[in-house]
T-cell receptor, first 118, second 116 residues
Framework: AQSVTQPDIHITVSEGASLELRCNYSYGATPYLFWYVQSPGQGLQLLLKYFSGDTLVQGIKGFEAEFKRSQSSFNLRKPSVHWSDAAEYFCAVSQGQGLTGGGNKLTFGTGTQLKVEL | NAGVTQTPKFQVLKTGQSMTLQCAQDMNHEYMSWYRQDPGMGLRLIHYSVGAGITDQGEVPNGYNVSRSTTEDFPLRLLSAAPSQTSVYFC???????????????FGAGSRLTVL
């Protein structure tokens, strides 16, 4: 069964500092990987996704993530954090494209809560 | 464009009561799903549907019932609420497979349920 590990429950960074949130996955085939962000009391918003191709993917709000197959990782990065980035971040993996076999089912990590100090 | 709409946003139930969480999407998405979010556990899939008339169980289906009579609506029913079902519930939808949008879920704003 597929699984996702986000080893950091809480992370605190200063505004303007760089950020890296860790994500490790367990999946037998080529995974489809996602990062979502959740602001307090809100739903989840997609930051970026990796389906195939270039292993460095760019997302919204200045975020990027790098897929490393050898390390089973998909870490999220941002060069300079803004106070508005404070939120909870979820990494997720999917079985694959399409609807057959429930391919749109996501397995989520437990989330990383980001606090930004001014 | 409303996207995915969930109602109610908040609900308090007593143990044993039943209720339905509503979910509607206006994007003509074939796939719809329900997740629950609990502290320290991320989101877990309850039930999902790949089209009208087709539903299947996810990771934590016990105590919940779903049906999909139309493409737009995917209600989640709690048959006899228990305190363990206190959670935040999210509905999500996505388009059919292919490189143009498969697996990209659009989430509703959530429904916070408390069972006393």
């Amino acid at each position: 069964a597929q699984s996702v590990t986000q080893p950091d429950i809480h992370i605190t960074v200063s505004e303007g500092a760089s950020l890296e949130l860790r994500c490790n996955y367990s999946y037998g085939a080529t995974p489809y990987l996602f990062w979502y962000v959740q602001s307090p009391g809100q739903g989840l918003q997609l930051l970026l996704k990796y389906f195939s191709g270039d292993t460095l993917v760019q997302g919204i709000k200045g975020f990027e993530a790098e897929f490393k197959r050898s390390q089973s990782s998909f870490n999220l990065r941002k060069p300079s954090v803004h106070w508005s980035d404070a939120a909870e971040y979820f990494c997720a993996v999917s079985q694959g494209q399409g609807l057959t076999g429930g391919g749109n089912k996501l397995t989520f990590g437990t989330g990383t809560q980001l606090k930004v100090e001014l | 464009n409303a996207g995915v709409t969930q109602t109610p946003k908040f609900q308090v139930l007593k143990t044993g009561q039943s209720m339905t969480l509503q979910c509607a999407q206006d994007m003509n998405h074939e796939y719809m799903s329900w997740y629950r979010q609990d502290p320290g556990m991320g989101l877990r899939l309850i039930h999902y549907s790949v089209g009208a008339g087709i539903t299947d169980q996810g990771e934590v289906p016990n105590g919940y019932n779903v049906s999909r009579s139309t493409t737009e609506d995917f209600p989640l029913r709690l048959l006899s609420a228990a305190p363990s079902q206190t959670s935040v519930y999210f509905c999500a939808s996505s388009a059919r497979g292919g490189s143009s949008g498969a697996n990209v879920l659009t989430f509703g704003a959530g429904s916070r349920l408390t069972v006393l």
